[in-house]
Structure formats: C-alpha cells, structure tokens
C-alpha cells in the first residue's frame, strides 16, 4: 500500500485513514474493511510501529493506529467511532441495525471482539507474555504493555477468556446458521463479521499469498494453545473465509 506522511495527510481534506505501514492490524484492517464496504475512498497515512510518530501525535492527539480524520472533524481512534463515522458518511450500506435492539446486539457483539477485554485484546495480552517475561523487556513491548494492563494475572487469565468469547461467537454464528443465514446477524453481514474477518488473523493468519505478512508475526500468531485452537472452530473459520471471498478484497496490502 501507498502512504502519505503525516504532513500530508494532514494538509489533505476529505477522508484520510492512519494506518500502521508494513503490517495487518487487526483494528486497522477492520477500519479498511469497513470502509470498503462502504464504498468510502481515503488517502492512507503511515504510522510506524514502535517509534515515537511525534507528528502523528501532534496532529491527532495520539501516536497509534488505526484514526480517522474527515475533514475538519476531530480525529476518531477508537473503533466504534470509527464505525459510526463510516456509518455517518455512507448510510446506504448500513452495517448497525437501525432498530435499538438490534443495534446493541450488533454494537455489543463487535465489541466482545474489538473492545476493551474482547478477542483482540486477550490474544494481544497472550503475544506480549514472552517478551514481558524477559529480565528487560524491549521499552516497545513495555509500552503496548501498558496500555493493555499486562500483568502476570492478566496473561493467565487471558486463555479462558479468550475460549469463553471464541465460544460465544460460534454459539451465535451456529443459532444464525440454524436460520439459513451465513452471517452473525442474518442474512446480510453486519459490523461484527467485519471485525470477526479481521481479528480472526491473530489466531490463525491467511495464506502467504493472500496475507504476505512477516513469517515471524505469522508464527506467533499461530501458535495457539490446545484449549484455543479447540474453540476456534471449523464454523468461525470458514465464516472468515467468507467474508474474504465475497466482502474483502485479496490478497490483504498493507
């Protein structure tokens, strides 16, 4: 994928999408999913893992990735804002249920992936356990660390979690599947199909060809306790493979 630095994106108006460069992250290729979905076009700017981005900072508040900004809006980092801007700027294909019900269904259901203590965040806690049991660990490590409340309790517990949420997403794809749907929802797909497509990466990553990402990231993401390849079943698989042959383009460019 093409990026624009920061000084560009930030002169630019319209759409523009941070993006983590030269890796598939969860969040952010979730946002780029979405986005495609919905048929939104936006210049791509390059954050850099690991370093300080102290121009991404200055301009938008914080230096990770995936953030939105839409013209002169204020910047949008967190993933339901992201989805609600999506939802704001291309309501045709909408991806939240109009109904309260509904919605909250959907909303909470994307968040049990995407959110504080959802999938993406327990298999986060588990890919930082090596290095934070180091006698120093790197200060990138330490920083992600941080932000996501690792501790020795937290990693522990991170496995039971994480089956407890892959568990439940299979219970509610299956019930949805008893109805003749292929998609969480119904029949057509909602937010938490996107964000299933996406997170499903960390537990086990697409082909080389369809997902040329480093081999050592690919290797950690695969490796994956009994318990958890246990519960990620041939169902929400083959789900996320679904999303990608119909609603994702292939191979992933990041």
């Known amino acids: 994928m093409e990026y624009a630095s920061v000084e560009e994106g930030r002169r630019a108006t319209g759409l523009r999408l941070v993006l983590t460069a030269g890796a ?14 919905k048929g939104l076009d936006y210049l791509p700017v390059r954050q850099v893992a690991g370093e300080e981005n102290r121009e991404l900072r200055d301009w938008t508040g914080q230096a990770s990735a995936p953030v939105a900004v839409y013209n002169d809006e204020p910047p949008v980092c967190h993933w339901l804002d992201l989805l609600c801007l999506a ?15 509904g919605r909250a269904r959907a909303i909470g ?3 049990l992936v995407a959110g504080v ?9 588990q890919l930082l356990a090596p290095g934070m049991q180091m006698p120093e ?13 690792w501790s020795e309790t937290a990693a522990a517990e991170a496995e039971p979690r994480l089956v407890a949420l892959l568990a439940h997403l299979d219970e509610v794809l299956a019930a949805s599947e008893a109805q003749g749907h292929a998609y969480f929802l119904g029949a057509e797909p909602a937010a938490p199909d996107f964000y299933w497509a996406a997170f499903a990466g960390m537990l086990r990553p697409l082909s ?12 950690m993401y695969s490796d994956l306790s009994p318990a958890v390849a246990e519960a990620l079943t041939p169902r929400l ?5 679904r999303m990608f042959a119909s609603h994702i383009p292939l191979p992933m460019d990041f």
């Open 24 to 37: 598939p992250g969860p969040w952010g290729e979730a946002a780029k999913a979405i986005l495609g979905w």
């Open 87 to 101: 939802e704001r700027l291309a309501p045709e294909r909408p991806l939240l249920p109009a109904d309260p019900a």
């Open 109 to 111: 259901l994307s968040a």
């Open 117 to 125: 203590e959802g999938i993406g965040w327990q298999r986060r806690l």
């Open 137 to 149: 660990p790197p200060a990138m490590v330490s920083a992600i660390a941080q932000r996501f409340g």
């Open 208 to 219: 080389a060809t369809d997902c040329p990402m480093d081999e050592g990231l690919r290797a």
């Open 237 to 241: 698989l083959a789900h996320r493979d």
